[in-house]
Structure formats: structure tokens, C-alpha cells
């Protein structure tokens, strides 16, 4: 019989092949492919006076060096702005090779192409680029003043600038019994997972077909502009994400250079091509996020209840605008949380600088909303000397307000709705779970043993699931086995597990008969793409729909098999049976064989359906539908999806050494229906470690020439398992009322609020304001430094 | 260009090399051995880790000619003969302990080494142990629980009684 499969933690299927070296990722395919290399810019502004390849042309194994002036007109155009927006007024993007200007360390200048990449490095070192250097640009604050200019016509270095304001902010500020107005830092980071970019072209020249490898968050959209650029038919060009490992949000950005160069290297080659990034390179070269400065001013009651929220964001989004300002869009409306705000304004400035484009990395914003509204909460209760849990609990919206709608409009262009949530249970399980409420106690028994912990807590709201739609295939064959695709693309998030147990769930067919294929547009070529963690909302439900017109259909064919209504029947194990009849029932793979009425009998299988063996009523013609026992579908929402979640942390901080330890971290967390529960638990368990590398650990470090100082795993500190604590989770499941399956993402989840949860418990264990992240251990010894030079902001509660 | 001989995963396999060629390069390209991963080819990430004579090393940091004469096991060697999962490759397994499984095969070689010098490591000595590699999805808690799980399936299949041969 089929077992319950939609909720169980089974474990995973991709895992076998991965676990014996047998994963494809893109390096280890094209093994006699030729290298490219690129020689990139070192300087973060300058113009490129020439360049003399005299000695690179001598290395033997040297293919073909490609300088901008060597590409074909529209493939040396600028690349395309993703995402326009009204508000971004100067939109800029890259050339695939630098065209007279260099914008940032990093900006490719020349392709060079050989046999293999020690020998396409060698090359790359023996050209000598002539620069001229022009005054560099970084930082948004410095940016802003306009004194140096990033691009010569983008006036001030403001790309972008929006408002959005539900009711009168300013004017509830001004009114209300308290005010604060505080400033806000956040730091660059990068999704940086831990397998790079890379590109493999080949080039049939007997049919003029391409097919492309990249490892990608967004195969089909790719190959349309790998097809629109190089002036191919679409149906001529391929593109696979294969195993691909890791992305975070860095690989959906696209076309990026490479995917535009190396295919067309490869096709004016005749030669396979493939590209694959180092680690300098993926700092230097493909995205970066986090980094904004928010001015906050927040006006509220004695209760601790908002009633006004003025929200000015200066956002740092790099040299390059290809992801247009998604990222200040989704922190201006995401700030909002499980909140109900009186006013609220927002407003940002989306800023050049000489530095490496800033693109959506897991949270996409999300985080730097999260930590102006959660700070603002702390700052609230200090001020108050309100629990913080009670100021978050009077604002919270509540379960008989949904939808709530926040009156904005959000990443996808749609209002800002919440579809379902239950925050005060959120919080009261939250509260429960990490003995909010006898927290005293503990740090009373800490301190007396000469200890200093503190407690925070952070609450989030996260759009998720956002449109247009995506699609889903399942073709159960003649030998029983079924086949699912759907065209995005996975990066280590089981979908080859989840999708299966929709269609086994759905179908009635055993997990083992099913297959499942991603991002591969020779299956499925219709998709938008894995990012908003979306891609279980998405697809499976995209999925499940296609499954049921499988089953439909299925029940059709085997009720004329069996005479017999298609209401009384059901599949069980990949058998279609007459409910409380078990005698009549015929296998799906034979419904499979009958669905597709033939004259050739291949096998003994497929003789069941050929003319003679099935006849029909000769007044009907044999074929009444599309043959074959499949179906597809697309699901498309409304809008996103609101899946919601609370953190709270207990740390320790050493009173000598300011060392930071991470003692207990606790997630309450509310995606809807699960699916997979493992799954789920690996999403935010991998959210939250990225989230205390950002809360901790990683910065950009950029120094005033715009050089990144620390661009490799020495001196970028992404955490070990020795910084990770033992996360301890705990699901609350409120269906969406808005998908077939009820269910909401979780893949960003994990990392939204924790640079807000750590900040609040340091504040809570120093009694100092926190109000930068990270915050290593030489940050909050400074601060301590500096409070004690009467410098630094003390809490009300230890000032007072 | 060097003649060198290499034991991987049992087979004697002869390569001609630049002297410069790295070892990890040298199993993935030259023997086609794709399983071993490069995640920063400076030795932090320990994507690339093998084991050297039994001993988990970098393969990155290595020249392939320094190698030479050497046994080498990469993670297509760690299942049984007949391709049956080793006790560590089925311990991710059961506890989720990989997503997008590229630094997977660097792990899986750590903890083998891991678990043979010390078959029934403390919390402490399994965070310790997998300390030394990269991952950037699992968060680690689910590799450390595989730590203890791999430690359990290596006593069950083992039995008290041959404990010592195990070491």
C-alpha cells in the first residue's frame, strides 16, 4: 500500500549519488573542454588606456584573447537590467568586458581562451592592461556627496530613490507621547557558497545547436538571453543547471559575463568551452549584500504601540544595477513584520559605489528590515522599561485580521497582504521554549558566578512564493515509472525528495517509481526561477495540479478499461482500483500503455494497445485526447505567500575579553503545511549559521581605494561548526489559504532575523545600544571603551 | 613533466604531470576522479580533503608529484565493494547531514579518518573533528549528529568483541 508521504521526514534522495562522488557539478564536466580565464581589473576605478597582449600571444596552448572591441555588436552591449523599476532612474549595467571604464576590482577586462586554465592564468598574467586611475568611490555615505562620480552621468551616485508611506508618518511621529530617532548600520557580506560560478558551452556545428551548463539559479531565463544575445533560434539552444553547489541568491542574477562569453567563445571556436570561477574571483566578481545605513525616527505610546515609523535607508548596491532594487524594495516593505504600524514612511536612496554589485543573497533585504524594526522594538521597551515581548505583543496583527493588508506594494509589484499567520502564538511558544519569563533568575545565578548572558529575541515576516508562476510535468510511462520536471532549478534544497512525495502523495504511486528532474530546459522550459523561497510554493503546487490532471486522466482511462465510474476508483500503489472491489484493477503503467492508442507493438507491454488487442467502438475514432498518460500545469498566485517565524538566543559575553558565545538558539517557525519536515529543519538550521556568520563574522572589507582586503576564506570568516550553536526549533503550521497545498517557503527563513535576535541579547548582557552588525569581539570591546568615555549609548536599564 | 604512481582507492594508476599540478587537479582532470571538490584552493575550505595514507589532508595544497608513491582514498573510494554505503556515507544519509553536497565528499573523508582513530568521539571531540571544513547550508548541526550516528552503525556492524580490531 502507499504510505503517507506529504509531512513525513523521509531522507533524501538526491543524497545516495552525492555521498559516492557521483554528483555532476559544473567543473567536473567537459573534462577535454578549453579554460578561460579572465584578466580582471585591479583597480576600482580607472580607465583602461590600452592593453598589449605582445608577450601573452607567445605562451604556448594560448587559444584566443577577447578584448571588448573584439565582440560583435550586441554581444558587447551592457547587459540587461533585470527588475526595471519607475523609481530607478539610472539604471546601469556591466559590459560583459570592460568598455574603457573599470567600476570596480574584479570588472573582467579581457577573455582568454586555451587548453587548459594553468595555461589560459599564465596568459592572463603576461597581458599588461594600461590603466589611468580615476577617484574611487565607496561607501554610500561618502557616495552620496557626489563628489566623485561612479558613472560620469548618474548625477550624486543615486541609481534609485522611492517613498512609500501608508497614512502621516511624520505627523503621528510628531504627535505621539515618545519619540526616538536613532542611526543603524549594517555590513556587507555574500551568499558565498562554497561551489563557485562556472560555464560550460558546446556547439554542434552540423545542426547549429548549443547547449549550455551553468551553475545557475535561473536556467530558462539563461537560455532566453543566451538565445536573444547571440542571435540563435530559441529552439536551438539548451541550458542545464547540473548539480549545483550552493547558491543563496548570488546565481540567480543572469546573464553574467561569462554565461554570454563563453558560449559565444565557444560557438566562433568550434570548441567546447568552460569557465570555472575561483574563490578571488567569486569575491571580487559576481555579488555582494547586506550593506545599508538606515535613519530611524519612530514615534509611540506609553503601551509601547507604533504610531509612526519613519524609515530613510541609504542602500549600497555596488558599481552595477542588474538585479534593478529589489533589495531595498523588499527591506522598505518586509521592515513592516508581524506588525500593524500606525504611519509609516520609508524611503530610500539605492547608490553607486566602486565596489561589487550588491544582488539579492538569502533574506534578500529581509535582514536589514528585520534589524531596523527589531531594534526599534528594543529600543522601545528600554525606553519604556517594558519586557521587549510585551512591546512586540501590542503591536502585533492579529489572527482574526487576516488578510491584513499593509498598504504597500511589494518585490512582485502587488500589495503587501498578508494571507495567515498566528503571531502572539508565535511568541508565547517562543517565550516558553527559552524560559523567557525566569531569564532573570539565570542571569542573577551568571552573574554570581562572575558571568555576564543576555537574552534577545527577533520576529519576522517573509514574503515568500512570489510570481508570475512556475510550471510542472509528470508522464507516467509503460513501465510504471513516473517522470516530474519542473523548469527552476535546485541548489541543495531536496527538491528531487519533496517533489516526489507530492506526486506520490497526489497520485498514489510508490516514492521509488518517481523521478524527478530541475532546471533542465530540455524538460521543462517554461520557469522564472529558485529565489523568495519559492520554489516548494511554486513548483509544488505547480506540481501537485499537473499530478491531479495525470490522475484524472488516468481514472478516465482505466474506468472504460473497467467499465466502471471513474468516481468509484482509486490508485493505491500504482494499482487503479474499484473502491472495496480489489479484484478490479488494472496497474497505472497498463492505463499508460491504453492512453496512447498504437499500431506497433515494441514490447508485450505496448501490445495491449495496439488496434487489434484494443479495438474501441468503431463509431469513435481510437485517440479521444492527447496520448500519453501526462499532464502539465502552472501554478500562478495572486500573490506571495506570508510565512512568519521568531528567534531568541541566550549569549555570554566574556567581561575581559568580549568573546561572544552563542549559548541557546531557539526558532519558532510557521511555513505553513510541511512537507518534509528534515528538510525543513536543514533549511533553517543552514538560515541561522548564515545568519550568525552575518550577526558575528563576515564583513566586506573594503578600504578607501575600494580594494576588498579580505577576499579569500583566510581573512572572509565564515563560521566552522566550532561558531554554531545547537539550534533548537519548533513549528507552528497555519495553512495558506492561497495554494492548493497550503503551504508557504522556508528556504531564506533561517537567516532573516538573527543579526537582530544577537544584537538584542548583546545589548541585554552589556546594557550598551547596539547598533552595528557584525559585532566581533574588538567592535564590542571598543564599545565598552567607548561607554566608558561616556561615548557610547548605555540602555535605560543599565543607566539607570 | 613527471611520471608519477598513485594508489587511489586500490588501483595503481601512472600520470604524467607539471611538476606544478596540484594534487586536487591531478584527481580530478588527470584521473577523472570528479568526486574530490575545489572550494578556495587555498586550504580553508576543506572541500578537497582525501586521505593521505589514511590521513585527511588537503588535496589543494598538495602538488600531485609530491604525492607520488603514495596511497590515496577519495570519497568514490569509501563505499564497500560491492558499492554498499560505508557507515559515515550512511550516516549523512539518515541525518540529513548534506543539502547541495559539494563540500560532502571532503567531510565524508574527515570523518572516516575521524571515527577510525576515535570510534566513539565526545560532543566535543565531533565538533572538534569536522571543525577543520567549510559548509555553507547544513548550519553543521546534522553533520555532527552524523558524527555519533556513523560512530553507532560502525559499533553495531563491528560488535564489541572486535573493537580493538577496528583500531
Given at each position: ?5 506529504f509531512g ?8 545516495p549519488?552525492l ?5 555532476r ?9 578549453l579554460?578561460a580565464a579572465f ?5 576600482a576605478?580607472?580607465?583602461i ?6 608577450d ?9 584573447i577577447?578584448?571588448w ?5 550586441r554581444v558587447?552591449?551592457?547587459l540587461p537590467l533585470?527588475i526595471?523599476?519607475?523609481?530607478l ?16 576590482v574584479g570588472e573582467?577586462?579581457a ?6 586554465r594553468?595555461?589560459?592564468e599564465?596568459?592572463?598574467?603576461l597581458?599588461?592592461?594600461d590603466?589611468?586611475p ?8 561618502n ?7 561612479v ?6 551616485n ?10 502621516n508618518?511624520?505627523e503621528?511621529?510628531?504627535e505621539a507621547?515618545?519619540t526616538?530617532a536613532?542611526?543603524?548600520d549594517?555590513?556587507?557580506?555574500a ?16 545542426d ?6 551553468t551553475?545557475?539559479q535561473?536556467?530558462?531565463?539563461v ?15 539548451e541550458?542545464?543547471a547540473?548539480?549545483v553547489?550552493?547558491g543563496?541568491?548570488?546565481k540567480i542574477?543572469?546573464?553574467w ?9 565557444c ?5 567546447e568551452?568552460?569557465?570555472t570561477?575561483?574563490?578571488?574571483e567569486h569575491f ?11 535613519y530611524?525616527r ?8 507604533v504610531l509612526?515609523l519613519e ?11 542588474p538585479?534593478?532594487i ?12 508581524p506588525y500593524?504600524?500606525g504611519?509609516?514612511r ?6 553607486y559605489?566602486?565596489t ?7 533574506g534578500?533585504?529581509?535582514p ?5 524594526m527589531?531594534?526599534?522594538m528594543?529600543?522601545i521597551a528600554d525606553?519604556?522599561?517594558l ?12 489572527p ?10 511589494f ?15 508565535s511568541?508565547?511558544?517562543l517565550k516558553?521554549?527559552i524560559?523567557w519569563?525566569s531569564?532573570?533568575e539565570r542571569?542573577?545565578e ?11 529575541l527577533?520576529?519576522y515576516?517573509?514574503?515568500?512564493g ?7 510535468h509528470?508522464q ?7 517522470h516530474?520536471s ?20 497526489e ?11 530541475t532546471?533542465?530546459t530540455?524538460?521543462f522550459p ?5 529565489f ?5 510554493v ?5 506540481i501537485?495540479?499537473?499530478?491531479r490532471?495525470v490522475r484524472?486522466k488516468?481514472?478516465r ?8 465510474d471513474?468516481?468509484d476508483?482509486e490508485i493505491?500503489?500504482g ?7 480489489p ?6 503503467k ?7 492508442p ?7 507491454e505496448?501490445a495491449r494497445a ?6 474501441g467502438?468503431?463509431?469513435e475514432?481510437p485517440?479521444k485526447?492527447?496520448p ?7 501554478y500562478?498566485?495572486i500573490?506571495s ?15 575581559v575579553?568580549?568573546?561572544i ?9 510557521d511555513?505553513?503545511?510541511l ?6 529543519e536543514?533549511q ?11 550577526a558575528?563574522?563576515?564583513?566586506m572589507?573594503?578600504d578607501?581605494?575600494?580594494q576588498l582586503?579580505n577576499?579569500s576564506?583566510m581573512?572572509?570568516?565564515m ?5 554554531i ?15 492548493p ?6 528556504g531564506?527563513?533561517?537567516v ?5 535576535v544577537?544584537?538584542?541579547?548583546i ?8 547598533s552595528?552588525?557584525p559585532?566581533?569581539?574588538s ?9 566608558a568615555r561616556g561615548?557610547a549609548e548605555?540602555?535605560s536599564r543599565?543607566?539607570g | 613533466?613527471n ?8 588501483s ?8 606544478r599540478?596540484?594534487?586536487s ?11 574530490t571538490?575545489v ?5 580553508v575550505c ?6 593521505l ?6 588535496s ?6 609530491t604525492a607520488d608513491g ?5 570519497v568514490e573510494?569509501?563505499a564497500g565493494?560491492?558499492?554498499e ?5 550512511r550516516?549523512f544519509h539518515?541525518s540529513?547531514a548534506l543539502?547541495?553536497?559539494f563540500c560532502t565528499?571532503?567531510f ?5 579518518a575521524l571515527l577510525?582513530?576515535n570510534p566513539?568521539p565526545t ?10 571544513n567549510?559548509c555553507r ?14 560512530a ?10 572486535d573493537d580493538?580490531?577496528?583500531?
Amino acid at each position: 500500500m502507499t504510505t503517507k508521504l506529504f509531512g513525513e521526514p523521509i531522507p533524501r534522495r538526491e543524497d545516495p549519488r552525492l555521498l559516492v562522488g557521483g554528483g555532476r557539478y559544473l567543473d567536473d564536466l567537459g573534462p577535454g573542454a578549453l579554460a578561460a580565464a579572465f584578466v580582471r581589473s585591479p583597480h576600482a576605478h580607472a580607465r583602461i588606456a590600452g592593453v598589449d597582449v605582445s608577450d601573452a600571444v607567445e605562451v604556448d596552448g594560448l587559444v584566443a584573447i577577447y578584448l571588448w572591441e573584439d565582440l560583435p555588436d550586441r554581444v558587447g552591449e551592457p547587459l540587461p537590467l533585470l527588475i526595471p523599476h519607475p523609481a530607478l532612474t539610472h539604471g546601469r549595467t556591466a559590459h560583459p568586458l570592460a568598455r574603457d571604464v573599470v567600476r570596480h576590482v574584479g570588472e573582467p577586462v579581457a577573455m582568454v581562451v586555451a587548453v587548459d586554465r594553468y595555461t589560459a592564468e599564465d596568459v592572463c598574467a603576461l597581458i599588461r592592461v594600461d590603466y589611468e586611475p580615476l577617484p574611487p568611490v565607496v561607501g554610500p555615505e561618502n557616495a552620496v556627496q557626489g563628489s566623485a562620480l561612479v558613472h560620469a552621468d548618474v548625477p550624486g551616485n543615486v541609481g534609485a530613490h522611492l517613498v512609500q508611506e501608508v497614512g502621516n508618518a511624520r505627523e503621528a511621529i510628531e504627535e505621539a507621547e515618545h519619540t526616538l530617532a536613532f542611526r543603524l548600520d549594517v555590513e556587507r557580506s555574500a551568499s558565498m557558497p562554497l561551489e563557485g560560478r562556472g560555464v560550460y558551452a558546446r556547439w554542434d556545428s552540423g545542426d547549429s545547436s548549443l547547449r549550455v551548463y551553468t551553475s545557475t539559479q535561473a536556467s530558462t531565463s539563461v537560455r532566453m538571453a543566451i538565445a536573444a544575445t547571440l542571435e540563435l533560434p530559441l529552439p536551438s539552444v539548451e541550458v542545464v543547471a547540473p548539480d549545483v553547489g550552493g547558491g543563496f541568491g548570488v546565481k540567480i542574477v543572469h546573464p553574467w559575463p561569462e554565461e554570454i562569453l563563453v558560449p559565444w567563445a565557444c560557438i566562433r571556436l568550434g570548441r567546447e568551452v568552460k569557465w570555472t570561477e575561483d574563490r578571488r574571483e567569486h569575491f571580487i566578481s559576481s555579488a555582494h549584500e547586506r550593506a545599508q545605513v538606515q535613519y530611524v525616527r519612530v514615534g509611540f505610546d506609553s503601551a509601547g504601540r507604533v504610531l509612526g515609523l519613519e524609515l530613510n535607508i541609504l542602500h549600497d548596491h555596488g558599481a552595477y544595477t542588474p538585479y534593478g532594487i529589489i533589495v531595498p524594495i523588499i527591506t522598505s516593505t518586509q521592515a513592516l513584520g508581524p506588525y500593524k504600524i500606525g504611519a509609516y514612511r520609508v524611503e530610500f536612496q539605492s547608490i553607486y559605489t566602486n565596489t561589487v554589485q550588491v544582488t539579492p543573497y538569502r533574506g534578500a533585504g529581509r535582514p536589514q528590515g528585520v534589524f531596523a524594526m527589531e531594534r526599534t522594538m528594543d529600543r522601545i521597551a528600554d525606553h519604556l522599561g517594558l519586557d521587549r515581548t510585551e512591546v512586540r505583543a501590542a503591536n502585533f496583527i492579529q489572527p482574526s485580521e487576516f488578510p491584513y493588508d499593509q498598504g504597500l506594494t511589494f518585490q512582485d509589484g502587488r500589495p503587501l497582504i498578508y494571507d495567515s499567520g498566528d503571531y502572539p502564538a508565535s511568541l508565547e511558544l517562543l517565550k516558553s521554549l527559552i524560559d523567557w519569563d525566569s531569564f532573570e533568575e539565570r542571569r542573577a545565578e551568571a552573574a554570581a558566578e562572575g558571568r555576564r548572558i543576555g537574552i534577545g529575541l527577533g520576529c519576522y515576516v517573509e514574503g515568500t512564493g512570489v510570481g508570475p508562476y512556475e510550471g510542472g510535468h509528470v508522464q507516467v510511462t509503460s513501465d510504471g515509472r513516473v517522470h516530474v520536471s519542473t523548469g527552476l532549478t535546485s541548489q541543495g534544497q531536496g527538491h528531487e525528495t519533496v517533489f516526489a512525495q507530492i506526486v506520490a502523495e497526489e497520485l498514489g504511486v510508490d516514492i521509488s517509481d518517481i523521478s524527478v528532474v530541475t532546471g533542465d530546459t530540455r524538460r521543462f522550459p517554461y520557469a522564472v526561477g529558485t529565489f523568495a523561497s519559492r520554489a516548494a510554493v511554486m513548483s509544488g503546487n505547480a506540481i501537485a495540479l499537473a499530478t491531479r490532471k495525470v490522475r484524472d486522466k488516468a481514472l478516465r482511462v482505466a474506468a472504460e478499461a473497467l467499465e466502471a465510474d471513474p468516481g468509484d476508483l482509486e490508485i493505491v500503489s500504482g494499482i487503479v482500483r474499484v473502491r472495496g472491489n480489489p479484484t478490479a484493477a488494472i496497474p497505472l503503467k497498463t492505463v499508460a500503455v491504453l492512453s496512447n492508442p498504437l499500431r506497433y507493438a515494441f514490447d508485450a507491454e505496448a501490445a495491449r494497445a495496439t488496434q487489434f488487442a484494443a479495438p474501441g467502438s468503431p463509431d469513435e475514432p481510437p485517440l479521444k485526447e492527447e496520448p500519453g498518460l501526462e499532464g502539465r500545469d502552472y501554478y500562478s498566485p495572486i500573490r506571495s505567500t506570508f510565512a512568519s517565524g521568531m528567534h531568541a538566543a541566550v549569549v555570554e559575553t566574556d567581561p575581559v575579553t568580549a568573546e561572544i558565545h552563542i549559548l541557546r538558539y531557539v526558532v519558532v517557525h510557521d511555513c505553513g503545511k510541511l512537507i518534509n519536515p528534515l528538510i525543513v529543519e536543514g533549511q533553517i538550521h543552514g538560515g541561522v549559521a548564515q545568519g550568525v556568520g552575518g550577526a558575528l563574522y563576515e564583513r566586506m572589507a573594503y578600504d578607501e581605494h575600494g580594494q576588498l582586503l579580505n577576499a579569500s576564506f583566510m581573512d572572509f570568516l565564515m563560521p566552522y561548526a566550532t561558531e554554531i550553536p545547537r539550534i533548537e526549533t519548533a513549528h507552528l503550521e497555519t495553512p495558506s489559504p492561497l495554494n492548493p497545498l497550503g503551504i508557504k517557503g522556508a528556504g531564506e527563513a533561517g537567516v532573516i532575523p538573527v543579526s537582530a535576535v544577537v544584537a538584542s541579547a548583546i545589548e541585554d548582557a552589556e546594557g550598551l545600544v547596539i547598533s552595528r552588525m557584525p559585532i566581533s569581539p574588538s567592535d564590542l570591546y571598543d564599545l565598552r571603551l567607548a561607554a566608558a568615555r561616556g561615548e557610547a549609548e548605555r540602555t535605560s536599564r543599565s543607566a539607570g | 613533466m613527471n611520471e608519477i604512481t598513485l594508489t587511489v582507492n586500490g588501483s595503481v594508476a601512472r600520470v604524467v604531470v607539471p611538476a606544478r599540478r596540484l594534487l586536487s587537479d591531478c584527481l580530478r582532470h588527470d584521473l577523472g576522479l570528479t568526486g574530490t571538490h575545489v572550494g578556495c584552493e587555498h586550504g580553508v575550505c576543506g572541500c578537497c580533503t582525501v586521505l593521505l595514507d589514511g590521513d585527511p589532508i588537503r588535496s589543494c595544497l598538495m602538488l600531485a608529484v609530491t604525492a607520488d608513491g603514495h596511497e590515496i582514498t577519495t570519497v568514490e573510494g569509501l563505499a564497500g565493494p560491492g558499492g554498499e554505503l560505508s557507515p559515515v556515507q550512511r550516516a549523512f544519509h539518515e541525518s540529513h547531514a548534506l543539502q547541495c553536497g559539494f563540500c560532502t565528499p571532503g567531510f565524508l573523508c574527515t570523518v572516516t579518518a575521524l571515527l577510525r582513530d576515535n570510534p566513539a568521539p565526545t560532543e566535543a571531540e565531533a565538533l572538534e573533528g569536522v571543525s577543520g571544513n567549510l559548509c555553507r547550508c547544513t548550519g553543521y548541526q546534522n553533520i555532527v549528529k552524523a558524527v555519533h550516528r556513523a560512530a553507532e552503525l560502525t559499533a553495531e556492524e563491528t560488535g564489541p568483541d572486535d573493537d580493538e580490531a577496528v583500531r
